[in-house]
């Protein structure tokens, strides 16, 4: 599976991006696909999860971005996207998209090391 994200920049505290994973390659009808953000010095951390199990799909996030970020999928694009409100210079950091082609279950799903096929990010600033 191959992962192409865009959509990062620089926008003032209180904005909103919207990235966007575009995916090519993909042979299963179930998958599970994240971001995840890594800022300078920090370790990765999950930031949400979409995946898909027996035609029902479930989306999963982080706490610290609970409530600000919804993740979604366009079928027909194959392309899952991270909508970003109310950004905070804390969500600054180089974002990446990551997918395995099986669904991720009990909180696995916030684990890089489960995933197999990655982007190459895409950065996001927020001034404050």
């Known amino acids: 599976v191959h992962l192409v994200e865009s959509g990062g920049g620089l926008v003032q505290a209180g904005g909103s991006l919207r990235l966007s994973c575009a995916t090519s390659?993909?042979?299963?009808?179930?998958?599970?696909q994240a971001w995840f953000r890594q800022a300078p010095g920090k370790e990765r951390e999950f930031v949400a999860a979409?995946?898909?199990?027996?035609?029902?799909?479930?989306?999963y996030y982080g706490g610290s971005v609970k409530g600000r970020f919804t993740i979604s999928r366009d079928n027909a694009k194959d392309t899952v996207y991270l909508q970003m409100n109310s950004l905070k210079p804390e969500d600054t950091a180089i974002y990446y998209c990551?997918?395995?082609?099986?669904?991720?279950?009990?909180?696995?799903?916030?684990?890089?090391?489960?995933?197999?096929?990655w982007g190459q990010g895409t950065q996001v600033t927020v001034s404050s």
């Open positions: 990551a997918a395995v082609e099986y669904y991720i279950s009990d909180y696995h799903y916030t684990n890089g090391k489960n995933y197999d096929s």
């Open positions: 390659g993909r042979t299963s009808s179930s998958y599970t």
């Open positions: 979409l995946g898909r199990s027996g035609g029902v799909v479930y989306s």
